[in-house]
């Protein structure tokens, strides 16, 4: 089974620390995706990879940026945490097909207080 | 742009009655569809997908759902539902073109009730 494995399920932060969530998968997918989940509005992709090093922007990368140094792994980092990022944070990967689903953790719930 | 709708954005459904819930897309290019499901407190786990051919996709616990091309709706039903049932369920598509993002709908959440 493809394991995905993000490295909290529960997180609090102060407002304006940089906060590290980490996503791990076991599978060598090369496609890796962050999406952030709020009551009403679905799953909304912040951003993605498709390689080592290579990363994209999705519809909502402000405030957000991200590290891919080995394929297992994909970093989200928030530079400076607000209470506006407060969110449920969801790490998935997929291999390099489209016709694939996507696999994902378990999920990180974020709060900024 | 593509963008999924999902037109429910919650579904009450008594236990053992059949349940549809529906999903209207948008895309200039073909794309290939999914369902997901969310649990409580745990990530999506894919119901099914349709790729190409039959219209009709069978998936897991019993859903299937039904492509219309020109309705470019991918509405995912069940016979019969479970209290188990209960979830979060997303409709989701990639376009087969271009790069590999996953668009996904705002959810419909699912509680059968016994």
Redesign the interface.
């Known amino acids: 089974d493809v394991k995905?494995t993000q490295s909290s399920r529960y997180l609090v932060k102060r407002t304006g620390e940089k906060v590290f969530l980490e996503c791990v998968q076991d599978m060598d997918h090369e496609?890796m995706?962050w999406?952030r989940q709020d009551p009403?509005?679905?799953?909304?992709?912040i951003y993605?990879s498709?390689d080592v090093k290579m990363k994209?922007k999705?519809d909502i990368p402000e405030g957000y940026s991200v590290s891919r140094e080995k394929k297992e792994r994909f970093s989200l980092i928030l530079e400076s945490a607000s209470t506006n990022q407060t969110s449920m944070y969801?790490c998935?990967s997929?291999p390099?097909s489209?016709?694939a689903?996507?696999f994902?953790?378990?999920?990180t719930r974020l709060t900024v207080v | 742009a593509q963008s999924v709708t999902?037109l429910d954005?919650q579904v009450p459904v008594f236990e053992e009655a059949p349940v549809e819930l529906r999903c209207n897309y948008s895309s200039s290019v073909s794309v290939?569809l999914?369902w997901?499901v969310q649990y409580p407190?745990?990530?999506?786990?894919?119901l099914l997908?349709y790729?190409s051919g039959s219209t009709l996709v069978k998936g897991i616990n019993g859903f299937e759902a039904e492509f219309n091309k020109s309705q470019t709706s991918f509405h995912l039903r069940k016979p019969s539902v479970h209290i188990s049932d209960t979830a979060e369920y997303?409709c989701a598509l990639?376009?087969?073109t271009g790069?590999?993002?996953?668009?996904?709908?705002?959810?419909t959440r699912l509680f059968v009730k016994a």
């Open positions: 995905v496609n995706f999406y009403g509005l679905g799953l909304r992709l993605f498709y994209e999705g969801l998935a997929s390099a489209r016709a689903e996507a994902f953790g378990q999920g | 999902q954005s290939y999914f997901y407190n745990q990530g999506l786990q894919l997908k790729l997303f990639v376009e087969n790069g590999f993002k996953t668009i996904f709908g705002a959810g």
